[in-house]
């Protein structure tokens, strides 16, 4: 790709990628398979249908929740973070 | 033109929907083109395969077809539409969150979807649908690994594995999925055999050795089983395991090993499972039509396991049984791209006519040309049963919802 | 009859029926279970997961909640993974002018013999930390439970199955077959017939359109609800959380709620399911058979549900969808045999309790067929209990509101 490479950050890390490309796809091909982690059994999960249809890819993008990674480009300066899942889910009884 | 009013929302900017708003933008209609993709093209922009010697240019096709649409349209691309309410004549209210456009007429070309091989593992990183691996390599140049399998057979696995095998990749074998998925008609050794029948009945060039085998002739699966050889054989750059099961995808946080079974001539069993190491796998259950607007908007539905599950009844202008909502693409059904191209041009002049606008006659002589056309044209054959479904729809459409 | 045991059809695969096919085929009833679409894919696919008492009211209502909660307990080992759990609910109230009506309430159900609690507010922010501020109490019911309704369909089902129960989905009735006044069967719109000695109705919203022809007249109406789902997300808590006014909506009462929330009948129901994804509730209209999701609805259910979770603005919405509530005049189900027509039960109307309903409806429907004798009292739920002037009015619904 002749794509110009800009700037962006993950997890608060510096990183460089090509601008216009969705970003699961530039995270895919740099390594990071796992771009969150479900939230009931914590079990991680990262790029998986590539066209928006599973919801599995999502990140906070510049602090947008719940964006799906396959679908947002790469914009120079863009803030990608992982969301972290949330505590444990207890499913216990109330007494 | 204002987005907030115009003649025509086309939901999904694939081949249908481009074709579509092209008929529509040539006949002066305003069309506002929604997808949520970033760019436009769907699907076909990532389609790249040989014809004999011709080479099927899915990113020249999107290129061509997005001039035809040419100025008369306003773009949301990168959008989602949330809703279509309301009626025709109060005008749609088609709702993308951030505004509501209204519009007589809507088409909905939302494609389809890959099912789901939800078997042990799947959801580990590095387990992508085939479709994402087609995406990842033909649109972005991005390899998926190294070392990898492709679990389930169907024409987009070949067609990824013959272009990840021209790149270089380190080759793929292609393996049957596991036993007792919720999706079961793909889980039967049998069904997935019928499967690569209707494929061979096609003969593109990467199915050539499996028809060579098999001749589409009946009673012939379980001979061809007996002596299938266990290395598989070369198909489309990939290795065809057709006695090899994937019972379950390992790894800890992502991907690392595949555990397969041998199965013998009647697709039972034999020996004790082993592990393979692979870095990345491909589930290739299939597509089925994406139909949550036609839902959502309340068009009759028949359910059509030939072209892939649930579609809308139409009339031939592609018109549902809501006035005003039209469908074309594989939300009508999965069949080839250039369908999808003719089903849009039609459902462009339908979609005219519902404005007040009728085409000539030749107008629609040529639409109706060009999906004969498509239809001959066809490399091979997605679903089995395309035809008696395609017939069934067509007989039931005319009953339900007029011709 | 046909030796020891009648030979039952069972015409509709939601819960109900689901529940009444598992009752019989497990005391040995030969029983075939008959849907005009998928098994589970009317109003019980369109639901919440709600086992709740809380909601109803005391007396009679309560005590069939209970005793349905009760037999589901027991059942939920047998089931396997149904997603049951059992974390008690709780009623939030919107302001001030709530409090009066939720300690009579309170009481109420206590002198009913259950064990419902009022929570002033300190103890309501204990237990449910991530409501809003100013919500100045709340109604907690202990034995109030849950479960995935989907999974629960199909686990009746499957354990059915094992026990020898015959399932026909994608078979739509065309009529209940009768010989000599009595019910003989149905007639399947395919042409084919299957006998039975015994019939039973358990067609939610449907159920007027099979019984019609029969002469027989139950005012069931389809009464719409929407549902939001959310992507799996930031969660607001593990327990059930409903707003007070669910029930004023619920019983038609009056409310000082902002206008959509009034018109689409809209309160506050929270269900986080072990998916990850949380539930977000209600609507009640009366719309006819229409099942197009409105937007308007879907917006005013996730506006009120920030009413009571501001932070809730950072979640995001996955789907909403609508389903029919068999609804009826007097909120009570109708289970029983048809007077005019021997062998022909009935067991529907059960508005947004099916779930909760199931098994006790299960085992009162398998009490009548078996001869037993039921646990409670069945005349509030008999299918003659309506006057003429409620059928009367129903009939007009049917044709004015529908």
């Not at chain 1, 982690?37 to 590539?50: K, S, V």
């Not at chain 3, 009679?60 to 047998?78: D, F, I, T, V």
């Not at chain 3, 069967?185 to 449907?206: F, I, K, N, P, R």
């Amino acid at each position: 790709m002749s794509a110009e490479t800009v700037r962006f950050w993950l997890d608060g890390a510096e990183r460089r990628g090509p601008a216009g490309v969705p970003v699961g796809f530039v995270l895919y091909a740099q390594g990071e398979r796992i771009l969150g982690w479900n939230e009931a059994t914590g079990a991680p999960r990262g790029l998986y249908c590539g066209i928006g249809h599973c919801f599995e890819c999502r990140l906070t993008i510049d602090g947008v929740r719940d964006q799906r990674a396959c679908l947002v480009p790469l914009a120079a300066e863009m803030q990608l973070t992982r969301q972290a899942p949330p505590p444990a889910l207890t499913f216990q009884e109330v007494p | 033109m204002s987005a907030a009013t115009c003649d025509a929302v086309v939901v999904g900017a694939g081949p249908a929907g481009l074709a579509a708003a092209g008929t529509l933008t040539a006949r002066g209609h305003s069309v506002l083109l929604v997808d949520e993709a970033p760019v436009p093209g769907g699907r076909l922009r990532a389609q790249w395969y040989r014809l004999g010697s011709a080479v099927w240019d899915g990113r020249a096709e999107v290129r061509r077809l997005v001039e035809g649409v040419g100025a008369g349209a306003t773009w949301r691309l990168g959008t989602a539409v949330h809703a279509v309410s309301g009626t025709s004549d109060e005008g749609f209210a088609v709702d993308l969150g951030a505004e509501v456009v209204r519009a007589r007429t809507v088409l909905l070309a939302t494609g389809a979807t890959e099912v789901p091989l939800a078997m042990p593992g799947w959801t580990l990183p590095g387990v992508l649908a085939v479709g994402a691996a087609q995406t990842l390599w033909r649109g972005w140049h991005m390899a998926p690994g190294r070392r990898g399998v492709i679990v389930g057979i169907n024409p987009l696995g070949f067609a990824v594995a013959q272009e990840l095998a021209d790149a270089g990749l380190a080759s793929l074998a292609v393996v049957m999925p596991p036993p007792g998925l919720a999706t079961a008609h793909l889980g039967s050794v049998g069904e997935q055999w019928d499967r690569l029948l209707a494929l061979a009945a096609g003969a593109p060039p990467w199915a050539k050795p499996v028809a060579g085998l098999l001749h589409g002739r009946p009673g012939w699966r379980r001979a061809a089983m007996r002596w299938f050889p266990a290395q598989g054989i070369r198909v489309a750059g990939a290795r065809l395991q057709l006695t090899r099961q994937a019972l379950a995808l390992e790894g800890a946080d992502r991907v690392e090993a595949v555990r397969l079974q041998r199965l013998d001539a009647g697709g039972e069993p034999v020996g004790a499972p082993w592990r393979e190491a692979v870095d990345f796998v491909l589930l290739a259950g299939g597509l089925r039509p994406l139909g949550e607007l036609l839902g959502q908007v309340g068009a009759a539905m028949g359910h059509y396991e030939g072209l892939g599950g649930d579609v809308p009844l139409v009339t031939t202008r592609l018109a549902t049984s809501r006035p005003g909502v039209f469908a074309a693409g594989n939300t009508l059904g999965i069949e080839s791209a250039r369908v999808a191209m003719a089903q849009g041009g039609l459902a462009g002049l339908g979609m005219a006519a519902h404005l007040g606008d009728e085409p000539p006659e030749d107008a629609w002589q040529r639409a109706r040309g060009a999906m004969a056309a498509a239809r001959r044209q066809v490399p091979f054959t997605f679903q089995p049963g395309l035809m008696q479904a395609r017939a069934q729809h067509r007989q039931d459409s005319a009953r339900e919802v007029g011709p | 009859m046909t030796g020891q045991s009648p030979r039952v059809v069972v015409v509709g695969a939601g819960v109900i029926g689901a529940a009444i096919t598992f009752v019989l085929s497990r005391a040995g009833v030969p029983v075939t279970l008959v849907d005009r679409g998928p098994l589970g894919g009317g109003t019980s696919s369109r639901c919440d997961g709600n086992v709740l008492v809380i909601d109803k009211d005391p007396g009679y209502q309560g005590a069939l909640a209970h005793l349905s909660q009760e037999l589901l307990h027991a059942w939920a080992g047998e089931l396997g993974e149904i997603e049951y759990r059992r974390p008690g609910s709780y009623l939030a109230l919107a302001g001030d002018d709530e409090v009066e009506p939720a300690r009579t309430w309170v009481a109420d159900q206590r002198r009913g013999g259950l064990d419902f609690q009022y929570l002033e507010a300190a103890a309501t922010h204990r237990a449910m930390p991530d409501l809003a501020a100013d919500v100045p109490g709340s109604v907690y019911s202990p034995t109030d439970s849950t479960l995935n309704p989907l999974a629960y369909v199909a686990a009746l089902v499957a354990k059915s199955r094992q026990r020898g129960a015959a399932t026909r989905p994608h078979s739509p009735v065309a009529a209940i077959a009768t010989s000599g006044g009595r019910a003989a069967g149905v007639q399947l719109e395919d042409g084919s017939t299957l006998a039975a000695d015994v019939v039973v109705v358990a067609a939610g919203v449907w159920t007027p359109d099979l019984l019609e022809p029969l002469g027989v007249t139950v005012p069931i109406v389809p009464r719409r609800g929407h549902l939001v789902v959310t992507t799996k997300g930031p969660r607001f808590g593990d327990v059930k959380v409903m707003e007070f006014g669910y029930l004023m909506a619920k019983f038609g009462r009056e409310r000082t709620v902002p206008a959509d929330v009034d018109r689409y009948g809209v309160a506050l129901v929270y269900e986080p399911t072990r998916a990850g994804n949380f539930i977000l509730g209600s609507s009640r209209e009366f719309a006819g058979f229409d099942t197009t999701p409105n937007p308007d609805v879907l917006r005013a259910i996730v506006r009120r549900a920030l009413r009571f979770y501001p932070a809730m603005a950072e979640a995001s919405v996955l789907r909403g969808f609508a389903g029919l509530r068999p609804w009826t005049p007097d909120h009570l189900p109708v289970v029983g045999w048809v007077p005019a027509v021997p062998g022909l039960l009935v067991a529907a109307g059960h508005e947004g309790d099916g779930i909760g309903l199931a098994a006790v409806t299960g085992q009162l429907v398998g009490d009548l067929i078996r001869q037993e004798r039921p646990p409670l009292p069945m005349e509030p739920l008999a299918v003659d209990r309506f006057g003429p002037d409620v059928l009367q009015e129903a009939g007009v619904w049917d044709k004015t509101r529908i």
